[in-house]
């Protein structure tokens, strides 16, 4: 083969095919423009074939074969080798110039990967799946479990077989309890649910009837707490007069070697206010039931004071009841007049625990009273005192000091024990009450007890720390 750059110049012949280049005839190509012309001869020189290309602009010719402007390739886009056969070298060279070609387009190439990987993956799930069902096991690990025996060895193929279908028998027929007892817990669920509803009904309408109740307590309550203030003010006016009433303490400082009487003055709050109060503690005092009583608790915020029993009254108690209560010989007097306590804790925001103001003690209050020293609105208002359940009343407060002040400044100076002590603010020694009485002249004669004048009988301080049914610290 020869080729041309310019007319009339051969080319080199082509030693691969065997052919002497002097009996190769040369080719020449020209035309209207210029091109490159290959020319091809076969070994046999009865069939002599020359095939001259020529890639340019213009025509070509050849001396003994034929040229053309626009050879077509020996591939094609459309298909190789579509003028002749392949022999196994051709074929070599197209897979080698296939592959450049895909080599040179990437996206070409990764579709081909893709495509290579996609039937892969499809290939091995259809045998995984196939040999799942062929053993009758929901995963591979279950195989794998069911192909070792105990020893972690594995088993023979009979065996194996036959466990694996064994397990499979027994997992179908778990599946089949575990759908059972679901179902079975649906339906609880839903009996459970349907349970709660009624039960939810039965307690609303229960909560609703005790509610019922409760607001019918509560009305029957202030009835009867309204019935006592109504017969309270009634009986009140008409023994003692409609007010204001007054109540004059005397008592004796123990730090007093005179053993001096000293005296402050109450008054009672309006009947019209505290009427079951103040007619409660006007009947202490016309019984006597303060004479001969005791201050004994000198608190931050409060002094204190009420029955306390003495050494011979409680021997005596002792030997009649085998009972050691001193408390219940302190209110002995008070029991049997019915005056040991009122009947509801009355309360009323128009005469509040301020400074000076008396108020009885504990649930629902009495028989002992404190004088408050400080403000107590909020100690001993509604709200105050939490140790109780019905923490929502008020300690009653039915008085205030108008005269004697300067005897009280007196008594809160009186030594008490420290606060850290087991008797933490109690008097050494306790203050004598040696009587009270009411100023003024009742409209109707009433005998009361006679007034104690023996001022030897006073304990040095209580036998027992009394019961405090409030708190101490403000």
């Known amino acids: 083969m020869m080729r041309s750059g310019r007319p009339g110049q051969a080319s080199s012949a082509y030693p691969q095919y065997g052919v002497p280049a002097a009996s190769i005839p040369s080719g020449a190509t020209y035309g209207n423009g210029y091109g490159q012309s290959d020319s091809f001869a076969s070994e046999s020189p009865s069939q002599s074939y020359h095939s001259t290309s020529s890639v340019g602009y213009g025509g070509g010719y050849s001396n003994g074969g034929y040229s053309t402007s626009a050879q077509p390739p020996l591939y094609s886009e459309e298909g190789m080798f579509k003028d002749k056969p392949l022999n196994s070298r051709s074929r070599r060279g197209a897979f080698i110039q296939l592959a450049k070609l895909y080599a040179k387009e990437p996206i070409a190439w990764a579709t081909v990967a893709a495509a290579l990987f996609f039937m892969l993956t499809v290939h091995y799930r259809g045998q995984r799946n196939w040999i799942l069902r062929s053993f009758e096991v929901p995963t591979a690990r279950t195989l794998f479990e069911n192909y070792l025996d105990s020893s972690g060895k594995p088993k023979p193929c009979d065996e194996f077989a036959t466990s694996t279908r064994g397990n499979h028998a027994e997992s179908h027929e778990l599946r089949n309890q575990i759908a059972n007892l679901e179902h079975e817990v649906k ?9 709660k509803k009624k ?6 309408d229960a909560i609703e009837h005790l509610s019922s109740r409760d607001y019918a307590w509560k009305e029957q309550v202030e009835v009867l707490q309204n019935a006592t203030q109504r017969e309270a003010k009634r009986a009140a006016t008409e023994l003692f007069g409609p007010g204001p009433h007054h109540v004059k303490f005397t008592v004796i400082l123990p730090t007093d070697e005179e053993e001096k009487e000293r ?6 709050a309006p009947l019209e206010i505290m009427p079951h109060s103040v007619h409660f503690f006007l009947q202490q005092v016309v019984h006597g039931l303060w004479n001969n009583a005791w201050f004994y608790l000198n608190g931050p915020h409060v002094l204190q004071g009420g029955p306390q029993a003495e050494e011979d009254e409680e021997e005596l108690w002792h030997l009649d009841h085998q009972e050691d209560d001193d408390r219940a010989v302190a209110m002995k007097n008070f029991r049997d007049m019915d005056l040991e306590q009122l009947a509801f804790p009355e309360y009323s925001e128009k005469f509040p625990h301020v400074k000076w103001t008396l108020g009885f003690t504990g649930r629902p209050g009495g028989p002992d009273f404190y004088i408050n020293k400080i403000d107590n609105r909020a100690t001993h208002g509604p709200g105050g005192q939490h140790q109780h359940d019905l923490d929502e009343y008020g300690d009653p407060c039915f008085a205030k000091v108008v005269d004697g002040f300067d005897i009280l400044d007196m008594m809160f100076k009186e030594p008490t024990y420290h606060d850290d002590h087991e008797w ?10 040696v009587r009270a009485k009411i100023m003024e002249d009742a409209p109707l004669k009433l005998q009361v007890a006679p ?14 720390k009394p019961k405090i049914d409030h708190q101490v610290d403000p």
């Open 187 to 195: 339906l609880l669920e839903k009996e459970k649910k349907q349970l």
């Open 199 to 204: 039960q939810r009904e039965e307690h609303e």
């Open 263 to 268: 005296n402050f003055v109450v008054e009672l």
């Open 424 to 433: 933490g603010w109690f008097f050494k020694d306790p203050i004598h009450i």
């Open 451 to 464: 007034e104690s004048e023996d001022h030897s009988r006073k304990p040095e301080k209580p036998l027992k």
